[in-house]
T-cell receptor, first 113, second 111 residues
C-alpha cells in the first residue's frame, strides 16, 4: 500500500531532551511538510521541502530542525530550544508542482514531561 | 499567499445539507481551492478541489463564484460521522509548496 507513515504514534520526552519524529512516504512525492497542531487549533507549518537536500522554514520553525537526505524520508527533530513542544505533529507529502492534494500521515503526539 | 477566513463553528442535524463558506479575497490567478476534513487525532483528508464554477464528487460539491473570492463546500444529507473540522486552503502551481491551513470550521452534526 502506498502512503505516509509516522512513528512513533505517541512519544514522551523529558524537558531538555532532543527528540526525532520519523516520517516516511512511498508515494514518490517530491514535496514533504511538517505541521504542528495544538488542541482545538488549526495546523501550523513548521518546515517544508520541495526536493531532496532542500528545505524551507515555515511559520514556526524556531526550536525545530529537519533533514531531507532521501526523497522518501523527512525526519523532524524537536530540540530543547522549543519551549512548548507538547503537541500533535503531522507529516504530509505532495507531488511536485500542480495543484494536487496533500496526503497526511497518522500523526505523532508528543508530550513533554 | 491568499489568506482564508471561515466560520469557527457550525451546527446541523442529520439529513440536512450543510454549506460552509470560505473567503479568500486575495486569491491569485493560478490558485486552486482545496477542502480537507479532519477527525480528532487524525491527519486531514482531502475532500474536494476546484478552480472555478462547480465541482462535484461522491461526497461533496464545491461552488466557486466568477470572482473566485469565496467558495462554498456543500455536504448533502450529513450524518453524525460528518462531525469534524473542515479546512479551506488556497494555493496552486506557482505559489504553494508552502501551503497554509487556516483555523478551520468545526462542524457538529446532531441526531
Amino acid at each position: 500500500d502506498g502512503g505516509i507513515t509516522q512513528s512513533p504514534k505517541y512519544l514522551f520526552r523529558k524537558e531538555g531532551q532532543n527528540v526525532t519524529l520519523s516520517c516516511e512516504q512511498n508515494l514518490n512525492h517530491d514535496a514533504m511538510y511538517w505541521y504542528r497542531q495544538d488542541p482545538g487549533q488549526g495546523l501550523r507549518l513548521i518546515y517544508y521541502s520541495q526536493i531532496v537536500n532542500d528545505f524551507q522554514k515555515g511559520d514556526i520553525a524556531e526550536g525545530y530542525s529537519v533533514s531531507r537526505e532521501k526523497k522518501e524520508s523527512f525526519p523532524l527533530t524537536v530540540t530543547s530550544a522549543q519551549k512548548n513542544p507538547t503537541a500533535f505533529y503531522l507529516c504530509a507529502s505532495r507531488p511536485s508542482g500542480g495543484a494536487d492534494e496533500q496526503f497526511f500521515g497518522p500523526g505523532t503526539r508528543l508530550t513533554v514531561l | 499567499l491568499a489568506k482564508t477566513t471561515q466560520p469557527i463553528s457550525m451546527d446541523s442535524y442529520e439529513g440536512q445539507e450543510v454549506n460552509i463558506t470560505c473567503s479568500h479575497n486575495n486569491i491569485a490567478t493560478n490558485d486552486y481551492i482545496t477542502w480537507y476534513q479532519q477527525f480528532p487525532s487524525q491527519g486531514p483528508r482531502f475532500i474536494i478541489q476546484g478552480y472555478k464554477t462547480k465541482v462535484t464528487n461522491e461526497v461533496a460539491s464545491l461552488f466557486i463564484p466568477a470572482d473566485r473570492k469565496s467558495s462554498t463546500l456543500s455536504l448533502p444529507r450529513v450524518s453524525l460521522s460528518d462531525t469534524a473540522v473542515y479546512y479551506c486552503l488556497v494555493g496552486g502551481r506557482d505559489s504553494s509548496y508552502k501551503l497554509i491551513f487556516g483555523s478551520g470550521t468545526r462542524l457538529l452534526v446532531r441526531p
